[in-house]
C-alpha cells in the first residue's frame, strides 16, 4: 500500500496539473480573502472558508479524475489487479496519496490565518472549526471523485461525473427547501453546505463530522467494490 | 501445476472462451498459438485472476483463481499484451514501486531490481522516463516487471511484438533460460518462435482448445501420409486425370506453377510411396514430369488446419465471424512466415475488447 501512495505521490509532484491548481487555488483564493478583509474591515476567515469550499468543488474531482480512469486508459490496471494486493488497499494507496495532494495545497491557505493575526485579533476557535469542516469536506469529496474515476476509464469523463456528483451533494439543500415530508428530510441530511456552514460558525458538531466521515468510507468501500468486481466481470 | 476445467468466459453476448480446458506442469514452456482473436488474451488474463471464469474453474498452483486471488498473483509474473508501464516514471523508479507493492522489502529491492535490469537488458537507460523509451525497451520493462519477485509461473502475451528481429531473438533466448528454471506461458501467434521455445503447443482458436502437443507430435499426427508436389508438361486436365487415376492417389490438388500457363499439383497418397508410379504413368501418357517434391506438413499448415476447419464449421451460424476468423488466419499464416515483428490492430483490439 505504501508503494502505491508513494508512487501516486510522486505522480501528484511531477504533474504541471497539480501545480496549475495549486496556482488557480490561490489567486482566486487570495482575491476572496483580500475582497473580503477590505471589504468588511474583519479579522475573520469565514467568507473565505465558504469560498474556498467552492473552489474544492473543482479542484478535487480534478485531483481524483486519473487515480483509476487513468489506468485503465493505460492498461495499467491489468498489472495493478494483477499485484498480489486486494482492492481496497490499492484504493486507500490512492485516496490517502490525494489527500495529501490536497492538504499540500490547504496548507498553504494558513498564510490567511497569519495576516489576519498581524492586522487585528481572529477568533482562533473559529478558524480552527473552519478547518477541521474544510478537511472533512475535502475528504467527502476526493472519496466521491475516486468513486467516479473508478467506473470509467475516461479521466475527463470521471471529472465531470465527479463534478456532478459533488454539485448535486453540495446543493441538496435547494431541493430540501422545495420538497416536503421524507424526500425533503433526506435531501435535508446530505445537504453538505448546510453541515459546512456549521463548522464555519466555530461549531464542531459531532454528528456532521460522523455524516462526512461515513459518507467518505462509503465512497471508498463502493469504489473498492467497483474495482473488484469490474475485474471479475 | 496450472489448470483451465471447463472454463467459459463470457463478455455479454460475446463469448471469448468456451469450455476450454488444459493443464500445465512444472518447468515445462507452454506456447498458447492462435490467430487474432481467438481468446489467448482473455485465456492468460484468467490465468493470472484479472478475469474470472463465467463458469468453469482456473487453478494455479492449487489455488482457485476465484477464491484465492492474491495466493495466485503472488507466485506469478505477468506481461500483459500492452507492457503496462507508467510514462512518467523512470525505469529504475517503475522497477522499484512494482518490486515494493510485490512486498519485497525496501532493503532488498535495490539489489534485486538491479539484476532484473541486467538481465533484461536495461541498465543503460535505467535513468531515463519510460516515456521516451523505444517499443523494444518498453517490451523489455515490461518482461522485466514480470520477473520481479522471482516468481515461479510467467505470463507473457505476445512477448516479441513490436521488437525487431535481434531484440526477438534476445527476448526468445531470455524465455528459452527462463524455462530452465520456472513454468513459462506465453501466446503467439507466429509459428516459427512456438516452435522453437516450447516444450508443449496449445493451439486455440474461436475461443477452444483445438490441439495441443509437442511441435513435433502434432506435426506428425497431422501429417497424414505422403503428400507430393508435382509438376508436368502437358494439358493440365490431361495430367490430372492421368494423376487421379494411379491407383493409390487418393487425390490431386491443382496449384498455381511458375508461370501462368504453367500448374502444378499436390498429391497425396495415404502411406503408399507413388513416387514410381507416377513417374511411369506420366511418361507413359507423353506428359514429361517436371518436378516431383515429396511435402511435410509444417506446423504452420497443421495450424492452417485446425484453425480453418473450425472456422468452416461455424460458419453456417455466424457468417460474419467465421468469415473473419478466416481472415486473420491468413493474416497470422503470413506473419508465420518470417515477418516476425508484425502485429496486427485486431489483436490489440481484441484485448481491449475483454
Known amino acids: 500500500m505504501t508503494a502505491i501512495w508513494n508512487r501516486e505521490m510522486r505522480s501528484y509532484l511531477v504533474s504541471p496539473l497539480f501545480y496549475g491548481m495549486a496556482a488557480a487555488f490561490y489567486l482566486l483564493g487570495g482575491y476572496f480573502f483580500s475582497v473580503n478583509?477590505?471589504?468588511?474591515?474583519?479579522?475573520?476567515?469565514?467568507?473565505?472558508?465558504?469560498?474556498?469550499?467552492?473552489?474544492?468543488?473543482?479542484?478535487?474531482?480534478?485531483?481524483?479524475?486519473?487515480?483509476?480512469?487513468?489506468?485503465?486508459?493505460r492498461g495499467t490496471d491489468e498489472l495493478l489487479f494483477t499485484l498480489p494486493l486486494p482492492?481496497?488497499?490499492?484504493?486507500?494507496?490512492?485516496?490517502?496519496?490525494?489527500?495529501?495532494?490536497?492538504?499540500?495545497?490547504?496548507?498553504?491557505?494558513?498564510?490567511?490565518?497569519?495576516?489576519?493575526?498581524?492586522?487585528?485579533?481572529?477568533?482562533?476557535?473559529?478558524i480552527v472549526a473552519s478547518y477541521v469542516g474544510l478537511v472533512l469536506l475535502g475528504a467527502l469529496f476526493l472519496a466521491a471523485g475516486c468513486l467516479t474515476s473508478s467506473l470509467t476509464a475516461s479521466p475527463l469523463l470521471a471529472g465531470v461525473g465527479g463534478?456532478?456528483?459533488?454539485?448535486?451533494?453540495?446543493?441538496?439543500?435547494?431541493?430540501?427547501?422545495?420538497?416536503?415530508?421524507?424526500?425533503?428530510?433526506?435531501?435535508?441530511?446530505?445537504?453538505?453546505?448546510?453541515?459546512?456552514?456549521?463548522?464555519?460558525?466555530?461549531?464542531?458538531?459531532?454528528?456532521?463530522?460522523?455524516?462526512?466521515?461515513?459518507?467518505?468510507?462509503?465512497?471508498?468501500?463502493?469504489?473498492?467494490v467497483v474495482l473488484e468486481r469490474r475485474v471479475a466481470r | 501445476m496450472l489448470a483451465f476445467e471447463q472454463v467459459t468466459k463470457r463478455f455479454g453476448e460475446r463469448t471469448a472462451v468456451h469450455e476450454l480446458s488444459f493443464t500445465a506442469e512444472a518447468g515445462e514452456i507452454l506456447g498458447l498459438l492462435g490467430p487474432n482473436?481467438?481468446?489467448?488474451?482473455?485465456?492468460?488474463?484468467?490465468?493470472?485472476?484479472?478475469?474470472?471464469?463465467?463458469?468453469?474453474?482456473?487453478?494455479?498452483f492449487g489455488y482457485d483463481t476465484a477464491t484465492h486471488p492474491l495466493e495466485v498473483r503472488r507466485r506469478i509474473g505477468?506481461?500483459?499484451?500492452?507492457?503496462?508501464?507508467?510514462?512518467?516514471?523512470?525505469?529504475?523508479?517503475?522497477?522499484?514501486?512494482?518490486?515494493?507493492?510485490?512486498?519485497?522489502?525496501?532493503?532488498?529491492c535495490r539489489e534485486h531490481v538491479d539484476g532484473v535490469l541486467e538481465r533484461v537488458g536495461l541498465a543503460d537507460v535505467a535513468g531515463r522516463l519510460l516515456a521516451n523509451l523505444s517499443r523494444g525497451y518498453r517490451q523489455r520493462a515490461g518482461i522485466g516487471q514480470a520477473l520481479l519477485g522471482d516468481p515461479d509461473l510467467l505470463v507473457l502475451d505476445e512477448p516479441t511484438v513490436g521488437l525487431d528481429p535481434v531484440q526477438v531473438i534476445e527476448i526468445r533466448d531470455l524465455i528459452k533460460e527462463l524455462g530452465r528454471e520456472r513454468t513459462v506461458i506465453f501466446s503467439s501467434?507466429?509459428?516459427?518462435?512456438?516452435?522453437?521455445?516450447?516444450?508443449?503447443?496449445?493451439?486455440?482458436?474461436?475461443?477452444?482448445?483445438?490441439?495441443?502437443?509437442?511441435?513435433?507430435?502434432?506435426?506428425?499426427?497431422?501429417?497424414?501420409?505422403?503428400?507430393?508436389?508435382?509438376?508436368?508438361d502437358g494439358p493440365?486436365?490431361?495430367?490430372?486425370?492421368?494423376?487421379?487415376?494411379?491407383?493409390?492417389?487418393?487425390?490431386?490438388?491443382?496449384?498455381?506453377?511458375?508461370?501462368?500457363?504453367?500448374?502444378?499439383?499436390?498429391?497425396?497418397?495415404?502411406?503408399?510411396?507413388?513416387?514410381?508410379?507416377?513417374?511411369?504413368?506420366?511418361?507413359a501418357a507423353?506428359?514429361?514430369?517436371?518436378?516431383?517434391?515429396?511435402?511435410?506438413?509444417?506446423?504452420?499448415?497443421?495450424?492452417?488446419?485446425?484453425?480453418?476447419?473450425?472456422?468452416?464449421?461455424?460458419r453456417n451460424q455466424h457468417p460474419d465471424t467465421a468469415a473473419e476468423a478466416e481472415a486473420e488466419t491468413e493474416g497470422a499464416a503470413e506473419d508465420g512466415g518470417r515477418t516476425d515483428g508484425g502485429t496486427s490492430e485486431e489483436e490489440r483490439e481484441e484485448g481491449e475488447q475483454s
Request: glycine letters at 8%.
Open chain 2, 189 to 232: 501467434h507466429i509459428l516459427p518462435e512456438v516452435q522453437a521455445l516450447c516444450t508443449r503447443v496449445i493451439i486455440i482458436s474461436r475461443g477452444r482448445v483445438v490441439a495441443q502437443d509437442t511441435p513435433e507430435g502434432l506435426s506428425r499426427r497431422l501429417q497424414g501420409g505422403w503428400r507430393y508436389l508435382i509438376e508436368a
Open chain 1, 163 to 224: 463534478f456532478a456528483l459533488l454539485l448535486l451533494l453540495w446543493l441538496a439543500g435547494w431541493g430540501a427547501d422545495v420538497l416536503q415530508g421524507t424526500p425533503s428530510e433526506v435531501m435535508r441530511t446530505l445537504s453538505v453546505a448546510t453541515r459546512y456552514q456549521d463548522f464555519l460558525q466555530g461549531v464542531i458538531d459531532s454528528s456532521h463530522a460522523v455524516f462526512f466521515l461515513s459518507l467518505t468510507l462509503a465512497a471508498l468501500v463502493l469504489t473498492a
Open chain 2, 78 to 108: 505477468y506481461l500483459p499484451e500492452e507492457p503496462p508501464l507508467y510514462p512518467e516514471m523512470t525505469v529504475r523508479e517503475y522497477m522499484t514501486f512494482v518490486a515494493r507493492a510485490k512486498g519485497l522489502p525496501a532493503r532488498r
Open chain 2, 286 to 314: 507423353g506428359l514429361p514430369l517436371l518436378r516431383l517434391e515429396p511435402q511435410k506438413l509444417s506446423l504452420e499448415e497443421v495450424f492452417l488446419q485446425l484453425v480453418t476447419d473450425e472456422g468452416t464449421e461455424d
Open chain 1, 37 to 73: 478583509l477590505l471589504g468588511s474591515q474583519t479579522a475573520a476567515m469565514t467568507w473565505y472558508f465558504g469560498d474556498a469550499a467552492v473552489l474544492l468543488l473543482f479542484i478535487a474531482p480534478l485531483l481524483t479524475m486519473r487515480l483509476f480512469a487513468e489506468e485503465r486508459a
Open chain 1, 87 to 126: 482492492a481496497w488497499k490499492v484504493v486507500l494507496g490512492k485516496y490517502l496519496s490525494a489527500l495529501a495532494a490536497l492538504g499540500l495545497i490547504l496548507a498553504g491557505s494558513l498564510v490567511y490565518a497569519l495576516i489576519l493575526a498581524g492586522v487585528g485579533e481572529p477568533r482562533w476557535g473559529e
Open chain 2, 236 to 283: 493440365p486436365d490431361r495430367v490430372e486425370a492421368v494423376l487421379t487415376g494411379i491407383p493409390g492417389v487418393e487425390g490431386a490438388e491443382r496449384r498455381a506453377g511458375d508461370t501462368p500457363e504453367r500448374f502444378a499439383w499436390l498429391v497425396s497418397s495415404g502411406d503408399r510411396d507413388v513416387r514410381r508410379d507416377l513417374f511411369f504413368a506420366l511418361a
Open chain 2, 37 to 60: 482473436g481467438a481468446g489467448k488474451t482473455t485465456t492468460l488474463r484468467l490465468l493470472t485472476s484479472y478475469l474470472l471464469p463465467t463458469s468453469g474453474r482456473v487453478t494455479v
